[in-house]
């Protein structure tokens, strides 16, 4: 596939994550409740949730360049059939539901595209503050926030400065992750949810996020683009090489993701 038809289909991913965050919203502020359910892993699953999924599903399906879907909220593909997948949909409907159900608005819709393994565009949608972050690979990174559409770029840091912003996670924070921070000078840390975390540091408001915990492909796919199109990057803690994507074992590992890190 050409370039240039990832970057033409950006307007249409835009609007289909709008329109998930939209249902979102209805189902947040709805004093009926949410249904929460718990799924197989204990993790919690909305109403939110599923409804997201379905929009952005069929909105996926109807684009002129089909591909598959992988998301969290749909059966799961073999790893016999995926390992064909020249590019996919890496789709997290509701990225934050913990923080969904606690009301405290830190939850995303995450939307990335796939080849070969890497995340090669990207959006994620925070529609309790209605700001849009999107990237496409090799043009650069973008937010879209009250009719302002402004280019996103990592802060360019030292890893041995003191007092560097550290993001760290709003309900999954453990003493690995903290031994981690303590080895920075001073760090200031930054509790927030979802794929947020990714993109403070793709708007240059802090400088290091580990994730010592485990998270899923769709966890971190949409926000992966973004970040390294703004300067970033988000490498395996083991051995430093970049995350990869639609892997036999979806589950993410151990990572860190930086700003502009010089040395």
Request: one cysteine or more; a negative charge.
């Amino acid at each position: 596939m050409i370039r240039e038809d990832i970057g033409a289909m950006m307007p249409a991913l835009l609007k289909i994550a709008k329109a998930a965050g939209d249902k979102i919203m209805e189902v947040y502020q709805d004093e009926a409740g949410y249904n929460v359910e718990q799924k197989a892993d204990d993790s919690p699953l909305t109403r939110a949730d599923k409804e997201a999924n379905d929009i952005i599903c069929l909105g996926l399906e109807k684009l002129p360049l089909r591909f598959p879907i992988i998301s969290e909220e749909n059966k799961k593909i073999p790893y016999s059939e995926r390992k064909d997948f020249e590019y996919c949909w890496m789709v997290d409907p509701l990225d934050g539901t913990k923080e969904f159900i606690k009301r405290n608005g830190e939850f995303t819709v995450n939307i990335a595209l796939i080849h070969q393994n890497r995340s090669v565009a990207g959006v994620v949608y925070a529609p309790v503050v209605e700001e849009m972050y999107y990237a496409t690979e090799g043009k650069g990174a973008f937010k879209q926030a009250h009719g302002t559409t402004s280019t996103l770029a990592a802060t360019l840091y030292h890893p041995e400065e003191k007092a560097l912003s550290i993001v760290c996670s709003r309900s999954h924070l453990n003493e690995a992750t903290q031994a981690f921070i303590n080895d920075y000078d001073s760090p200031l840390k930054v509790s927030k949810g979802s794929s947020l975390k990714f993109l403070i540091l793709a708007s240059g408001d802090a400088q290091v996020y580990p994730r010592l915990a485990p998270t899923m492909e769709w966890d971190t796919a949409a926000a992966h683009i973004i970040l390294e199109e703004a300067g970033g990057s988000i490498v395996k803690a083991e051995n430093g090489k970049p995350l990869e994507y639609n892997k036999e074992n979806l589950l993410n590992p151990h990572f860190v993701g930086y700003g502009n890190k010089l040395g």
